[in-house]
Every structure is written in structure tokens, then in C-alpha cells.
């Protein structure tokens, strides 16, 4: 109960927080180009808390449920005023109306609200940088026998301090350049005892999409020495009746040896139907047990298990000089800016099953772990998700950020705005489209959910 409500309670405060960064963007920019601002509300529906500016002009309203948020100009939406209203205006008021203002004045405010998520974003990378971030060193801890690491010369503890040219401290970064390689080479310069060298490695396309698999571990065969935790065994499962427990550390399954969960679920996915010999660690003793995986709707062995990753190495805490930290703002907001274009580029076209595709639950998931990992993680996770917001709000569809700068594209190329008519109409077209998007996403959620 308690790990439930820390988990929502994680949630609310990263949506409120991210809705109120973006809101905050059209919001200041409206009112610094002088379009009136008559509301600004983080949340829907009863209002908690509400004030007026010290120039009585805007209403601020908390509210009761804090999934969403806006921001009312005067004259934003013309068709849905009276002539009555439109009379009773000051000239000064008319003036200042969202509808009368230049194309251009319009779009700076439309598009302020995923500008300021990507500036959210920038400044919490430049926090984690200079705050210090608990890191798995780039130690390599595991070579696969006959793999692309060992036959190029590696060897267990080598130290990569860079790749392709690029400086690492973390393990996270040597996979996240080892994923651009794929299909090309990798040149890494390795720390051993003291003697650095120069390793060149061709890195094969992976039969799945780079975005989804562990390159470094699964196709170049080298890990930093990660090992496979049993989190929880489901009672009556295949794991259950065949001895798994929690906290059991899985050595090998076949005898092959075992360095990453996605070399784990694999090789269980494959056995279904088949008893197959899995080692495991547990205390200071090594058992055998046999295993059976069920195959599942799909065909796919299943045992039963939640798995968890956890170092063999202990965990480094590097932290960014000043000017080291501020390029690590930009830099990782435009990697994680480039990494969800590429995502949702590839599930358009089926690159990448849409059943990747997380939801409310998904993410309010998330948010509890990182919250329990501390501050640091949890800054993270709110800078990914801002990033993620940005990029979403920038699609061209109508009722999104992105929908009105087409509209006003347009505007600005004919000399006059679309009809009512046909705005409301392919506003319909946008508001379907996001609520089947955001249906598909919960589907995911429930489905993994169900599945464990």
C-alpha cells in the first residue's frame, strides 16, 4: 500500500511539474508579447487553490486533478464568443487579443510550451552533471567466449576510457556509442594496468532493432560485469516448482554463462516446452536446477520470474566540472531529443513494435523507482520526460502545439486563416488521434502488467 501510494504520489508531482513548465511557456511568452492572459491552471476540474496577478488581470488556479493544464487568452478561440462579449471589449483589450496578433507572435507562443520542456530538460542534465551521478564504471567484467570482444583482444577489467573518440566514465555510455556503431566500427582506447591501447572492433547489425537490444553485451559479446538477480518467483510457476528463489543469482543456463537480462529472457524464450539446467548462486553455495518453461499465447517460454540487474562492480560517483556540465545539458537533451524521434520514426514504420509504446501506468511505474533511487534518478527521469513532451507537442497534429503552427504555416502562405469549419473539423481528426494513441499506450500497460 505504502509503495503504491509513493508511486502515485511520484507521478502526480512529476505530470504537475512538467504540465507547469510547459503551460508556464506559452503563459510568460503571451504576456511578455502583450497578448492579455486570463487564466493559467495546472489541473482540471475544482480549484484548490486560486489567486489573482498583482495586476488583477490573470486568475491562477490550482486544481483538483493534476493531469493537464492551460492557459486562456483573450480572443484564443473567436468562434466560441458572443457578439456580446466581443462588444463589450475595451479598444485596449481588442488590441491585445490572441486572434488579432501577427502570425508570427502567435507561433512564438505555440511553440514556447515544448520550448520550455527542452529547456526544463537542459537545465536538470546540467544538475545531474554537476550534482554527481552514481555511474556503473566503464570496467569490462565479462567476455563471451569466441565473441567479436575476444577475438579483437579484450579482457576482463580493461578500463574503456573512450570511444570512437569520445571520453566515457560510465558503462551507459560506452552502450549508448556502441548502438551508433552498428554496421560500422568501433575504436575504443582501453586502461590496462596502467598502459593504454587502441581496440578496433566491426560491430554486426543485431538481428533486433539497435534501440532494443544490449550491443555491447549481446553483439560484441563484453558486459561490465552485471549480474541476473531473481526479484520475485511467482508461486506455482515453472521457476517456483523447479526451486527458483528470490535473491537467487543466476550463473549459467546450459552452461552457456549468463551476462545481462535481455541474454537471460532470450534464451528462456526459446526453451519452451524443454527442461533446460540453470545454475544459480545462492548464499555461498552454487545449485543446479531444472527448469521447464511454459510457452505463453505467443509461443515464448515463460518461468514465472521478475529478474533485476545488479553490478558486480560497486557503482563510481562522477561529477561534471562547470563548463563540462553545461555542454552535458545540451548534448544529452539533443541525444534524448534524436533518440525519440528515431523511436517514434521507427514504430511508424514498424521498425519497432508499437507494444514498446508506454502509458500512464508505465511511466507512474517509473517515477516510483526513480524516486526511490533519489534525487538524482528522479531529476532524470523528469528530464527524459520532458524531452519526450517537447518532441510530442511538436507533431503536426491539430489540438498540439505542432497542429497550430501548421495552421498558422498556412495562415501566413495564403494571407488568411482556415475556416472554422475546417479547423473544427481536422481538430476532431487530432483529438481522435491522440485518444486512440493514448488508449493503444494503456492497452500496453495493462497487457505488460497482467503478463508480470
Known sequence: MIETLHTVAAFVVAIALLIAVHEFGHFIVARKLGVKVEKFSIGFGPALLKWRSRDQEV?????????????????????????????????????????????????????????????????????????????????????????????????????IVAANGTTVHSWQQVEEIAKTRVGGNLSLLVDRGGSERNVDLNVPLPERDPLLVNVAADTIGMGPGTQVVVAEVVKDSPADMGGLKADDVILDIEGNPVSGISGFIDEIRAQAGKTISVSVQRGEVVVNLDIAPQADNSGHGRIGAKMTARSALPPEIYHMGAVEGIQYGFVRTWEMTSMTLEVLGKMLTAAISPENLGGPIAIAQIAGKTAELGIIAFISFLALISVNLGVLNLLPIPVLDGGHLVYLGIEKLRGAPLSPKVMERTQIVGIVLIAALMIFAFYNDISRWLKG
Open 59 to 159: 486568475l491562477y488556479v490550482i486544481a483538483a486533478i493534476p493531469l493537464g493544464g492551460y492557459v486562456k487568452m483573450l480572443g484564443e478561440n473567436p468562434d466560441e464568443q458572443g457578439e456580446e462579449t466581443k462588444v463589450e471589449l475595451s479598444e485596449a483589450d481588442k488590441k491585445r487579443a490572441f486572434d488579432v496578433q501577427p502570425v508570427w507572435k502567435r507561433a512564438s507562443i505555440a511553440v514556447a510550451g515544448p520550448l520550455f520542456n527542452f529547456l526544463f530538460a537542459i537545465v536538470a542534465y546540467m544538475v545531474i552533471g554537476w550534482g554527481g551521478q552514481s555511474v556503473l564504471p566503464p570496467v569490462i567484467g565479462q567476455i563471451a567466449p569466441a565473441s567479436i570482444a575476444e577475438q579483437a583482444g579484450l579482457l576482463e577489467q580493461d578500463r
